[in-house]
Structures are given as structure tokens and as C-alpha cells.
């Protein structure tokens, strides 16, 4: 299918000037969130009873007293926790989408905490299919979650991983698409010019 004709005063070999980062869901670094909390939570405890109990409370007697019978202090099990609540934050981070002037990165995490990144350019993306709000609320309404497709040049199709504000990357997206002379599928209804998707607000 032949692309529309491009707008006036762009070409198509339009290139966003910086990048923007788009992260996951909120709903979805609960977990990794939670568990920092706990660790901190749990090294503070920790710490109160080494440095601040008084020696017959019930907190020294079982962080430091206690620590004579355990094979790992408790200092040290505080590190170790307190490293892997840090550890999962920042791997939940890894996940998302990135917009650069050269195209996209798609970045997921599979088993294992194992990263999967797919850089896409520009030039390899035939349509952007944007789902309208009616559609997102009714995907939702049904426990669905409707998200941003690709179309590529191999007819393959991309589909890009969740992230917290669907609505930015969604007009990011549409005004590269116009300005690269793109079709888009569907849309926000928020697109009002084709400036630089990507320039200093």
C-alpha cells in the first residue's frame, strides 16, 4: 500500500533531535518496589538494634546476641537484601520504550530477569496502528490491555511493551509518522501540529 503524501515542510528523513524514555506501568514495579521497602524497613531495624537499643531490650538481645549463634550476622543479611531490592528496581527499569532520532528501542524482560532489546528504525516501519481512547477504555472494561502496534516492511508486526504513559509515546509516535509521511491507524485525537516530537518543551 503506497504512502500518503508527505506534509509540507517535511521529508522523510525527518529525525527526532534527543531522546525520551518511556517506563513501565506503575502497577507493574509494585513488586520491586515493595520489596525495597521491606529491605530498608528490615536494615533499619537492624541497624536500631547494633547501635541505639539499650543492652536488656528484646531487639538487642536478638540482633546482636543473636548474631553469636547465626552463621551470617545480621549486618551482612541486611546488605545482601538491601543489594537485591536495589537489584530489582533498577531491572525493572530495563523494560520500556525508548524513542531516539534513529528509531525505537522495544526493551522486555523474559525468565530469569534476562533483557531483550529491539531497535527498530525508522525506515523499517510501514504503519503505526495507535488505539483511540474508546478503544483502550473498552480493552480495558474487558481486562485487555490494547497497546501500540508496528507494521514493518518484512510484514511482520511489533508490538511495543506497556508502559506508563501510553498517551505521550502515542503523540510522540503520530507526529514521527506524519512528519516521516507514515500511515497511522487509528490515533488519540490529541495531535494538533507536527513539531518536533521531540524538542525541549
Known amino acids: 500500500m503506497a504512502r500518503p503524501s508527505r506534509p509540507p515542510g ?10 525520551i ?9 509494585y513488586p520491586s518496589l515493595a520489596y525495597l521497602g521491606f529491605a530498608l ?3 533499619g531495624v537492624i541497624l536500631y538494634g547494633q547501635h541505639m537499643a539499650t543492652s536488656g531490650s528484646w531487639l538487642f538481645r536478638y540482633v546482636v546476641e543473636g548474631d553469636r549463634q ?7 543479611c541486611a546488605i545482601i537484601l538491601c543489594t537485591s531490592a536495589f537489584a530489582a ?3 525493572e ?15 522486555e524482560l523474559f525468565g530469569f530477569g534476562f533483557p531483550r532489546v529491539r531497535r527498530l528504525a525508522w525506515s523499517q516501519i510501514d504503519r503505526v496502528a495507535v488505539p483511540s481512547p474508546e478503544a483502550r477504555q473498552a480493552a480495558l472494561k474487558e481486562g485487555k490491555s490494547k497497546g501500540i502496534r508496528l507494521d514493518l516492511w518484512d510484514g ?6 506497556e508502559v506508563g504513559d501510553l498517551m505521550a509515546l502515542a ?20 495531535l494538533d501540529d507536527l513539531g518536533n516530537p521531540l524538542e525541549e518543551g
Open 93 to 107: 527499569q530495563m523494560r520500556g520504550v525508548i524513542v531516539h532520532p534513529d528509531g525505537l528501542e522495544l526493551r
Open 21 to 29: 524514555s518511556f517506563g513501565p506501568p506503575l502497577k507493574e514495579r
Open 171 to 190: 503523540v510522540v509516535l503520530e507526529r514521527v509518522a506524519l512528519a516521516r509521511a507514515i500511515p497511522i491507524e487509528g490515533g488519540t485525537g490529541l
Open 10 to 19: 517535511f521529508d522523510m528523513t525527518y529525525r527526532p533531535e534527543r531522546r
Open 156 to 161: 511482520s508486526r511489533a508490538w511495543l511493551p
Open 89 to 91: 528496581v533498577l531491572r
Open 41 to 43: 524497613l528490615l536494615t
Open 70 to 76: 547465626r552463621m551470617i550476622p545480621s549486618s551482612v
